[in-house]
Structures are given as structure tokens and as C-alpha cells.
């Protein structure tokens, strides 16, 4: 509208050229914009609803302890540095993992440092 240009929509035969034309375009855009969201949405919910309801596991799958990581069998070793009071944050540095990872690791395996 700033730039005074005309839309032509050969496909739709629609031509946008006076600001109230446009503006009542854009309005009726974004009103179907709106509801089409409203039923996506509505879609959405009931699809996982109904998901729920057959009891089906929604979400992203839990990680396994069972699973192979950096940590599988090194709990002697970090199980030493926490009785030598060496802080989690440097054992996860050691062990090349991130400190909440070691953290984690820590208090899942009810490991303690004396």
C-alpha cells in the first residue's frame, strides 16, 4: 500500500490495488489463517487424546542406564574421586561429559563421595 503497487492473482482472479481492497483482503487472510490454525490445533489435541486413551506412550522415548555411554563401567573410578572431594564438574571434565551428565550419572547410581 506504501508503494502504491497493484496484485494481480491470476489463479484466484483477484486484483488488489486501492488500500481498502487490500486491507479487507488482509483481513479476510488472516481470519482464515486464524480459524485453519484453530482446527489444526483442535486436530492435534484430539490425535493425542485418542493416543492417550489406547495407551499409547506419548513423547520422547526415556534414555536406558542399559545403554552403552562414556560412563558404563568407570563407577569405581569416579566413585575414588568423589572420596577424594574432587568436585563433579571436574570429574565430568575428566570423563569428557557434561557436568549435569555426571551429575546425573551420580545420583542415579547413588554414588557419594565420604
Known amino acids: 500500500m506504501e508503494k502504491d503497487v497493484t496484485v494481480i492473482c491470476v489463479k484466484e482472479g483477484l486484483e488488489v490495488g486501492d488500500p481498502l481492497n487490500a486491507k479487507v483482503l488482509a483481513f479476510a487472510f488472516g481470519l482464515a ?5 484453530g482446527l489444526i490445533v483442535a486436530r492435534t489435541r484430539e490425535a493425542l487424546a485418542r493416543r492417550r486413551q489406547e495407551g499409547q506412550r506419548l513423547g520422547r522415548p526415556p534414555g536406558s542406564l542399559s545403554k552403552q555411554t562414556k560412563l558404563t563401567g568407570r563407577d569405581a573410578e569416579i566413585q575414588m574421586l568423589l572420596q577424594k572431594r574432587v568436585a563433579v ?5 575428566i570423563m569428557g561429559v557434561h557436568r549435569t551428565s555426571m551429575a546425573s ?3 542415579s547410581r547413588h554414588l557419594r563421595g565420604q
Open 89 to 93: 564438574s571436574a570429574i565430568a571434565r
Open 33 to 37: 489463517v486464524d480459524i485453519e490454525r
Open 105 to 107: 550419572y551420580i545420583t
